[in-house]
């Protein structure tokens, strides 16, 4: 076993359990303490882990969420070949919202050249990526900047996306189950999302298999509010086909 999949079996075993401890992880992976405790550290400085005496816990218990930068370096592998995935939903001209998250971002540099679309976005990095792209109408939502996330939230953005109607909004998720829905820590990060979904014809969902472990403290969908989920193949089957009876499409990429 690679250490990255060591690392996201760690990772998962600490969101099931809510907290790991080095010699349970040493014996069950056959690896030395040292070993596990050098996982521990990269999972830490990735952001989704805290270490404690002894083992870790999962950010989530600590109400704590990750920087942009800590969540773009997990799961890289797995985020492009959703990216790539979810080009099949992207309409063959029109509009599209897509949210902030690190999964969206490979989305929009996956974006096609040939394909001329409107691009409503929240955040000020993807704005500046797709505005180089001469075949796109790219649209920037104004409010206060996020920054944990560099995403635009409040007021003005809200207000912004009631007067919108696009075709799809490709949504970006901190936790998601079918007992709670969708979920984010923040209340008006939350808010947007919701906004987003509202203004959109469609929405998909782009999310890694991690995402479906976890759940947060704002709510802004239900699975039967969303068309499409896509993950990765890392998803448990029960766990995909849970999601699928609750309303959407489930793709694994």
């Known amino acids: 076993m690679y250490a990255e999949e060591r690392q996201q079996e760690?990772?998962?075993?600490?969101r099931d359990a809510g907290r790991v401890d080095v010699v349970t992880l040493a014996e069950r992976f056959g690896v030395t303490t040292e070993t596990i405790r050098r996982d521990l550290t990269a999972l830490e400085r990735a952001g989704v882990l805290?270490?404690?005496?002894?083992?870790?816990?999962p950010v989530e218990r600590l109400g704590f969420e990750p920087a942009l930068a800590a969540r773009d370096e997990v799961m890289t592998a797995e985020k492009e070949r959703i990216a790539k995935a979810a080009l099949a939903e992207l309409p063959e001209d029109g509009s599209v919202v897509i949210d902030a998250g690190s999964t969206t971002s490979r989305l929009v540099q996956a974006l096609p050249p040939d394909r001329e679309l409107t691009v409503v976005v929240n955040s000020p990095p993807l704005a500046t990526v797709l505005a180089a792209r001469p075949n796109l109408t790219?649209?920037?939502l104004g409010g206060r900047v996020r920054g944990r996330t560099l995403a635009t939230v409040e007021d003005w953005a809200i207000q912004q996306l009631s007067q919108l109607n696009v075709d799809v909004a490709f949504m970006a998720t901190n936790g998601c189950s079918v007992a709670k829905g969708?979920?984010?820590?923040?209340?008006?990060?939350?808010?947007?999302?919701?906004?987003?979904?509202a203004c959109a014809d469609r929405a998909v969902l782009l999310a890694d298999h991690t995402k479906f472990s976890g759940t947060y403290l704002a709510r802004f969908a239900t699975l039967g509010e969303i068309d499409v989920v896509i993950t990765d193949t890392g998803i448990d089957p029960d766990q995909a086909?849970?999601?699928?009876?609750?309303?959407?499409e489930v793709v694994r990429a």
């Open 10 to 14: 760690i990772l998962r075993a600490a």
């Open 50 to 57: 805290r270490r404690v005496h002894g083992g870790a816990i």
């Open 138 to 140: 790219v649209l920037m």
């Open 182 to 197: 969708l979920t984010t820590p923040d209340p008006a990060e939350a808010a947007i999302k919701r906004a987003m979904i």
């Open 241 to 248: 086909a849970a999601l699928a009876a609750a309303g959407p």
